[in-house]
């Protein structure tokens, strides 16, 4: 069964740092692309950013680029979502999420700028 | 980046009825392999968002077959031909022709 759990989130102050995790398991994870979409309470979908299967390709929202950075470590089936200078409109659950003929999505991390 | 813009924004229906939402993308998501990449989510009330239809005509697997998507370039159309009660929630296309872009979601209601 394919599985996707994110951590890393919390409480930080405008301006902050977080970095955020997907531990994965139950499929290839180095032979596709791996996306964060984020939800703000409340709110809309919204795509942050993507990276295909050997990190050679990334894309970000206009709104989180030169401040988001995704990577991926394929040896330890994780990914990682690393956010600088962080603002208040960042507030949102984070999901990581693998998409070919089906979509998972893992259960979310909440990321709190106040 | 693409902007995806949906209609409409809410939508109440009857079950047993037809209904049908549209999303357009503000440039082509035809890729040159003939692709048109957009999806269709649906998103439950506490749930995270289902995958319904891939590739703008493609059912997801498990998806019921009242579920349909058509489309291509910029415009698209994701149709249920007889709704059910469980398939009240938000509905949202997205391109994946490039970084995501979702439309602003259409939330579907039994009348």
């Known amino acids: 069964e394919m599985q996707l759990v994110e951590s890393g989130g919390g409480l930080v102050q405008p301006g902050g740092s977080l970095r955020l995790s997907c531990a994965t398991s139950?499929?290839?994870?180095?032979?596709?692309?791996m996306h964060w979409v984020r939800q703000a309470p409340g709110k809309g979908l919204m795509g942050v950013s993507r990276i295909n299967g050997d990190g050679s390709v990334t894309g970000y929202a206009d709104s989180v680029k030169g401040r988001f950075t995704i990577s991926r470590d394929n040896a330890k089936n994780t990914l990682f979502l690393h956010m600088d200078s962080l603002r208040v409109e960042d507030t949102a659950v984070y999901y990581c999420?693998?998409?070919?003929?089906?979509?998972?999505w893992g259960q979310g991390t909440l990321v709190t700028v106040s | 980046e693409i902007v995806m813009t949906q209609s409409p924004l809410s939508l109440p229906v009857t079950p047993g009825e037809p209904a049908s939402i549209s999303c357009r993308a503000s440039?082509?998501?035809?890729?040159?392999?003939?692709?048109?990449?957009l999806d269709w989510y649906l998103q439950r009330p506490g749930q995270t968002p289902q995958l319904l239809i891939y590739l703008g005509s493609n059912r997801a697997s498990g998806v019921p077959d009242r579920f349909s998507g058509s489309g291509a370039g910029t415009s698209f159309t994701l149709r249920i031909r007889r709704v059910e009660a469980e398939d009240v929630g938000v509905y949202y296309c997205v391109q994946t022709l490039q970084t995501w872009t979702f439309g602003q979601g259409t939330r579907v209601e039994i009348k």
């Open positions: 440039q082509s998501l035809l890729h040159s392999n003939g692709h048109n990449y």
């Open positions: 999420v693998r998409k070919m003929n089906t979509a998972t």
């Open positions: 139950g499929f290839s994870f180095s032979s596709g692309w």
